[in-house]
Each structure stands twice: as C-alpha cells, then as structure tokens.
C-alpha cells in the first residue's frame, strides 16, 4: 500500500524567507510523487512532478522538491516566499498499478507574513 | 485554467435528495476521476472510468454512483443525501490511466446539504 504523510499542518514564514514543506511517502513500489497546490476556493494546481528521472524536480513559481529514496521524502521547497504563496499544498502519491489515480498527503497550510 | 470544466460551481440541496454533478475532461483525455474533499476526510479518491469503463474505485459509497459517456464528459450522482455529505467534489483528468500521469483537476463542485 501506498501512503503519503505530510509532516505540518501549518507552516508560516515571512515574505521573502525560504519555505520548506515536508512529506514522507510509503510505497511498496518505485512511487511516481507529486506537489499540488489549492489557493482558497480554487481548484488543485499541479507545481511539479517526480517519475523517476532526475531526483531534484523544479516546479512553476520557483518552487522545487527533491526526491530522497533513503529517507524516503519528498520536500518542497522554495528560497523566497511570496504574498501569493499562501495556500494549501498537497503531497501525492501515485503508485505502479495505481492505475494513476491519487493518494494525496492531509495538507500543509502555507501562511506568508508581509 | 486546467481545461476540465465542472458543474455546477455551488448546489444547495436537501436531506434525502439526489444531484447530478457534471465534468468535461480536457480534450484528449480519456481518463476521467472524481474526487471529494471534505474538512473531517481530507481529499479521497472516489472513482476513476478510462474511456467509458470504470478502471478503479476507491471509497465510493454505494448511495453514488458514476458514468462516462461516450464523448467522455462524466456524471457522479449522488442519492439519498445526507449533511455529512457536504463536501467539495473534484473531477479530474488525464490522458491514460497510469501510474505517473499527470492529472488536472477542475475547480470543484461545492456541495451543500441542509
């Protein structure tokens, strides 16, 4: 089973400090992982994706995320937090035979103080 | 704008009823998902159908149900209506039904029930 865990419900940073959102994944597979993001009543935006090719992902908006198989984590991060930043992001996972639908992490709510 | 197209944006309805939410998928997509997110459950898979067939269920209760069309916009109806499921439904979409495919996801279907 395939299963991700995202390590804060709530981060807050001021503008213009690094940001860093934590997931931990379980898969009994090599796990295809993905950072979505969902501003406040909007829809899920996808910020980037890892399928096993290069294991630092660079996502839109200047966010990143790097896989880590030893650790099995996927962080995401980004050097300078903007205003706009602030909203909630997912950790997901998809995994060999999923049949490519999700398992999404519970949230990390990104605060950004001016 | 993701390209999949939900509706309604918000429904209001009552205990006991039953509604219709509709998705059109991005055009070239053959696979098409559903999804509800709730405050208590977080964001749960409920349904996945590949070109009219259904290829993967998840916590799909059985008072709802699914369908993808022959132009393969998609229907999930909901009966017997109870408060708890009051929830935001996603619909999604992506080209094939595989692990690591990327899914886009419309803006939602706010569901009410009073």
């Known amino acids: 089973a395939q299963s991700v865990t995202q390590l804060d419900s709530h981060v807050s940073v001021s503008e213009g400090t690094p940001v860093l959102l934590r997931c931990n994944y379980s898969?009994?597979?090599?796990?295809?992982l993905f950072w979505y993001v969902q501003h406040p009543n909007k829809g899920l935006q996808l910020l980037l994706k890892?399928?096993?090719?290069?294991?630092l992902v660079k996502g839109i908006n200047g966010f990143e995320a790097e896989f880590k198989k030893s650790e099995t984590s996927f962080h995401l991060t980004k050097p300078s937090a903007h205003m706009s930043d602030a909203a909630e992001y997912f950790c997901?996972?998809?995994?060999?035979?999923?049949?490519?639908?999700?398992?999404f992490g519970k949230g990390t709510k990104l605060s950004v103080k001016p | 704008d993701s390209g999949v197209t939900q509706t309604p944006k918000h429904l209001i309805t009552a205990t006991g009823q039953r509604v219709t939410l509709r998705c059109s998928p991005r055009?070239?997509?053959?696979?098409v998902y559903w999804y509800q997110q709730s405050l208590d459950q977080g964001l749960q898979f409920l349904i996945q159908?590949?070109?009219?067939?259904?290829?993967a269920k998840g916590n799909i209760l059985e008072r709802f149900s699914a369908q993808q069309f022959p132009d393969l916009h998609s229907e999930l109806n909901l009966s017997s209506l109870e408060l708890g499921d009051s929830a935001l439904y996603f619909c999604?979409?992506?080209?094939?039904?595989?692990?690591?495919?990327?899914?886009?996801f419309g803006e939602g279907s706010w569901l009410t029930v009073v």
């Open positions: 999604a979409s992506s080209v094939e039904a595989t692990s690591g495919n990327t899914i886009y």
């Open positions: 898969s009994s597979y090599s796990p295809s």
């Open positions: 890892y399928t096993s090719a290069a294991t």
């Open positions: 997901v996972v998809s995994a060999k035979g999923s049949q490519g639908n999700l398992i």
């Open positions: 055009s070239g997509d053959l696979s």
């Open positions: 159908y590949y070109n009219g067939e259904e290829r």
